[in-house]
């Protein structure tokens, strides 16, 4: 008759032999294993979130890189506004620098093929070569429409007096 060993025999079994050659209970073995896997998965999370911290770190690295560049751009530009002033028209430069800043400037204003005031002294001076007269009130009034650069208004005034003679008030 050949003895049928019971489940729970041959785990006793299992279980001498293990701690007979590892010092070490199955039960332990168990413990240590979940313990391991508990650390591996711990460790992971950790690389995930330290992965997490460096992409958050790179990305405000690149964002303060970028800050850092808009004020040197703005700077450069800002530099560049005190330095030098434009004509609106044809976008030619002009140094604010010079103690003849201004009259650079006022020259190219009656020089600028794009400026509208080359057209408005035309006009004015075809309407002083065909013998219209203006009042002293006319004449400041269309002053300061010129430099308030209300060029439609100045525009409408010199058409309307190129038909009408006015005095000269003197």
């Keep these: 008759m050949t003895d049928v060993l019971s489940p729970e025999q041959v785990a006793g079994i299992r279980d001498r032999s293990l701690h007979g050659h590892l ?5 332990s073995i ?3 294993c979940d313990t391991v896997d508990d650390l591996r998965k711990r460790l992971n999370n950790l690389r ?3 992965n997490r911290w460096v992409e958050s770190d790179q ?3 690149r964002r303060e890189k970028k800050a850092l560049q808009d004020v040197a ?4 530009r800002l530099r ?3 330095e030098f002033t434009y004509c609106a028209y044809c976008n030619e430069r002009f140094r604010v620098d010079g103690a003849d800043a201004t009259g650079a400037v006022e020259r190219h204003i009656f020089s600028c093929e794009k400026h509208p005031i080359r057209h408005l002294a035309a006009a004015l001076r075809g309407l ?3 013998g219209v007269g203006f009042d002293d009130e006319r004449i400041k009034y269309i002053t300061v429409q010129i430099h308030r650069e209300d060029w ?4 409408e005034l010199l058409a309307e007096m190129g038909g009408k003679r006015c005095h000269t008030g003197h």
């Design 23 to 27: 010092g070490v209970s199955p039960t």
């Design 30 to 32: 168990v413990a240590l």
């Design 80 to 82: 560049k506004v005190r």
């Design 73 to 76: 751009d703005l700077s450069e």
């Design 152 to 155: 439609r208004v100045a525009r």
């Design 48 to 50: 995930h979130e330290q």
């Design 128 to 130: 002083l070569d065909s």
């Design 59 to 61: 990305a405000a690295m």
